[in-house]
């Protein structure tokens, strides 16, 4: 007596052999540029609050180049890189370098141009 139920070598339908729809993954190198972005988009932020002399053109090129040489340092920080890797090495560098320095320098120019003002006697100091 021949079984109502389809053998498993059975053929299956045409509309079976359709891809599987995925969704694109990401790299490693897109995944690190966003993080370096976000990273470096918080600290310029905080930044920013604490000091709102910062507001200034010139966050904009410094921001791009903190996200650029930030993208290798997060290779040090996710653990895709080893520690003792050249390219996370300098990427860690370039970041203290190029950007949490430049960014506190300028927090550190807006309160030193005042020192100076009041010890020249511009801001009317007693």
């Known amino acids: 007596m021949p079984s109502s139920h389809a053998s498993s070598s059975a053929v299956l339908p045409a509309a079976s052999n359709l891809k599987r729809l995925t969704l694109p993954t990401l790299s490693a190198d897109v995944v690190h540029l966003l993080y370096a972005t976000a990273l470096c988009t918080a600290v310029?932020?905080?930044?920013?609050?604490?000091?709102?002399?910062?507001?200034?053109?010139?966050?904009?090129p410094v921001?791009?180049?903190?996200v650029l040489v930030g993208a290798d340092a997060m290779g040090l920080v996710t653990g895709t890189r080893d520690i003792f890797d050249p390219i996370g090495m300098i990427g860690l560098f370039g970041l203290h370098f190029f950007f949490l320095a430049?960014?506190?320098?300028?927090?550190?120019?807006?309160?030193?141009?005042?020192?100076?003002?009041?010890?020249?006697?511009?801001?009317?100091?007693?």
Do not use: K, N, Q
Not at 50 to 55: G, I
Not at 63 to 66: A, E, I, P, S
Not at 108 to 126: D, E, F, Q
């Open 44 to 60: 310029l932020f905080a930044f920013i609050i604490v000091s709102p002399d910062v507001r200034h053109w010139f966050v904009v």
């Open 63 to 66: 921001l791009m180049c903190g």
């Open 102 to 126: 430049l960014s506190y320098t300028s927090i550190g120019i807006t309160g030193l141009t005042t020192c100076r003002a009041r010890r020249i006697g511009g801001c009317g100091s007693a």
